[in-house]
């Protein structure tokens, strides 16, 4: 489909019932949550044991055939933990998997297909044998990992650094860089003394972004019907 066909009160029984099923279903699996959880295609998010904590407006984009998997790795000792700052974006694909710890610092942004793992998870030889060697990883704030990004286990990334799409970070990257490669390196310093703006800045008035939102979505939609809508679902054309 070239563009939404939905009427605008199709769109916002849909809506409701996202929203509806966000707050029954995926709230309630995180150990803590801030207010403000945002997430598209719901049904693709995967939650998977204790000790995952997230901050205010955690956006969480999943979709067909990308889920979002958090998990975290009881070994009957220790528990896994993921622990999510403000205004943090999740993209379509990612796994992050935490056999200690996993910190995602405040408005960092995590591409598409991404994983992120602080455990080796089985024996160099003895492949059917867990090995327990694990090491936190930290993302300071406003790191931004480029798409299909690896990060192993021990691995700090610094404040407003970026990793370049398709890297495996398996070394501490400094901040205020732009690292890339296998394994990445330091390929640009960035100028700290530059002002970022960061998605707290964008995202702090929530309120008023649901409004402007759906204002744009009633003027997009304006012309739709629920006759066009459906002659688009079953008889499409190269218009829709």
């Known amino acids: 489909m070239r563009r939404d066909t939905r009427p605008y009160f199709i769109r916002s029984i849909r809506d409701r019932f996202e929203r509806w099923r966000i707050r029954r279903f995926l ?19 995967e939650l998977w044991g204790a000790n995952i904590h997230a901050g205010t ?32 974006l999740i993209s379509p694909g990612n796994q992050i998997i935490a056999s200690e710890k996993i910190t ?18 089985h024996d160099t030889y003895d ?7 694990h090491a936190p990883i930290v993302l300071e704030e406003n790191v931004w990992i480029g798409a299909h990004v690896i990060i192993g286990k021990g691995v700090t990334i610094g404040e407003n650094s970026i990793i370049g799409a ?45 409004i402007e939102v759906d204002r744009l979505q009633r003027y997009l939609l304006r012309n739709n ?16």
């Open 27 to 45: 709230e309630p699996q995180f150990d803590t949550l801030g207010p403000g959880l945002s997430a598209t295609y719901p049904a693709g998010i």
């Open 57 to 88: 407006c955690l956006h969480l984009r999943a979709a067909k055939g990308n889920m979002i998997r958090l998990a975290t790795w009881d070994n009957g000792e220790r528990v896994g933990e993921i622990r999510i700052g403000d205004y943090v």
């Open 104 to 121: 995602i610092g405040t408005d960092t942004m995590i591409a598409s297909g991404c994983y992120i793992s602080d455990s080796d998870w």
């Open 127 to 133: 492949r059917t044998a867990e090995r327990d060697k």
């Open 166 to 210: 398709g890297s495996v970070v398996v070394s501490d990257i400094p901040a205020n860089v732009i690292a890339a490669g296998n394994p990445a390196r330091v390929v640009k310093q960035l100028d700290p003394s530059r002002t970022f703006t960061k998605r707290t800045e964008l995202l702090s008035d929530m309120e008023k972004i649901d």
């Open 225 to 240: 019907t629920i006759f066009s809508w459906i002659r688009a679902t079953f008889a499409p054309t190269h218009e829709d």
